[in-house]
């Protein structure tokens, strides 16, 4: 036999110990996330700490965004050129355009539809409003105007105001709205319903009713021509009111000459006849009146 020449080199499978030590590091997840997320990162924010660090280049950045931002808001499809109102009288209609915040043409994206929303509906007159923006770069505002119920002669004048006592406006003279009654007094604002629902009973007495006056903010006088009142109790007003419109279709009672016909006793009902009236009466009883001298 020959004997083998040379010696044959074999080959450690065993991994050196820095490839070892990578392997095991590989096998950490947070080495995996830094070596992912991490590394990335964190170059992409020096390169970008190191660009924006100079003032001429972050300048210029700046200013490319807002050019970038004002191109896209001022496309026209983004443009609102019309205010449309719905719903509004005239007056109403002018107020609104008169504190429009906006001038026209405007980009939507510097208009607060809720914050125009909420002004509108600060004006007296409007009860609700919706605002929305429409094709065609319109923003349409629908108004729901407060109805006007009664007028109010209060310390500040005569004024319109509603079912709920809300002031609408001011009235320069009766005649521009015969249609609605007048209530007088304190706290009468606050009790449209019930006066509107007395006016509804003393519909036969048209003619000469020239208002209802809220009396120590608890009850109601029925004022008629000629100086005439019917004084109305707490409770049930309505009611009192109907029996004396009875009886003066019965006995023609307020075609007398009296000043007022008191009803806030319903036990105890009276009249308060004219003092022309009553010493006419003595008169007629044979009773002389004295004027009081000796």
Same mark, same amino acid.
């Given at each position: 036999m020959q004997p083998v020449k040379g010696t044959i080199r074999r080959t450690d499978?065993?991994?050196? *110990?820095?490839s070892y030590r990578y392997q095991r590091l590989m096998l950490t997840p947070l080495f995996r996330l830094l070596l992912r997320v991490g590394l990335p990162f964190s170059l992409a924010f020096f390169a970008g700490f190191s660009y924006l660090s100079d003032d001429q280049r972050r300048e210029n950045l700046i200013l490319s965004i807002v050019e970038m931002r004002q191109e896209i808001?001022?496309?026209p499809e983004f443009m609102?050129?019309?205010? !449309?109102?719905?719903? !509004?009288?005239?007056?109403?209609?002018?107020?609104?355009?008169?504190?429009?915040?906006?001038?026209?043409? !405007?980009?939507s994206f510097d208009i607060d539809l809720e914050a125009v929303r909420e002004m509108i509906v600060a004006l007296p007159a409007v009860a609700d409003a919706t605002i929305r923006l429409r094709r065609g770069g319109v923003l349409l505002a629908q108004v729901v105007e407060r109805t006007p119920a009664a007028l109010w002669r209060s310390r500040r004048?005569?004024?319109i105001v509603d079912m709920e006592g809300v002031v609408i406006?001011?009235?320069?003279w009766r005649g521009q709205r015969p249609d609605l009654p007048v209530v007088a007094g304190d706290g009468a604002n606050a009790e449209i319903g019930e006066a509107l629902a007395l006016h509804r009973a003393a519909a036969p007495l048209y003619s000469r009713l020239r208002g209802l006056v809220r009396v120590g903010? *608890?009850?109601?006088?029925?004022?008629?021509?000629?100086?005439?009142?019917?004084?109305?109790?707490?409770?049930?007003?309505t009611q009192?009111?109907? *029996?004396v419109i009875v009886l003066n279709d019965l006995q023609e009672l307020l075609e007398r000459d009296l000043v007022a016909v008191d009803l806030r006793l319903a036990s105890r009902p009276t009249i308060r006849m004219s003092e022309y009236a009553i010493s006419e009466w003595w008169r007629a009883a044979g009773v002389e009146l004295g004027d009081g001298t000796e």
């Open positions: 499978p065993a991994p050196s *110990r820095w808001e001022t496309r609102v050129n019309l205010l !449309a109102i719905e719903g !509004a009288g005239a007056e109403i209609e002018e107020d609104i355009r008169e504190i429009f915040p906006h001038a026209l043409p !405007a980009t004048g005569l004024v406006g001011d009235l320069h903010e *608890r009850r109601w006088d029925i004022v008629l021509d000629r100086g005439q009142r019917i004084m109305l109790p707490e409770d049930r007003p009192a009111l109907e *029996r």
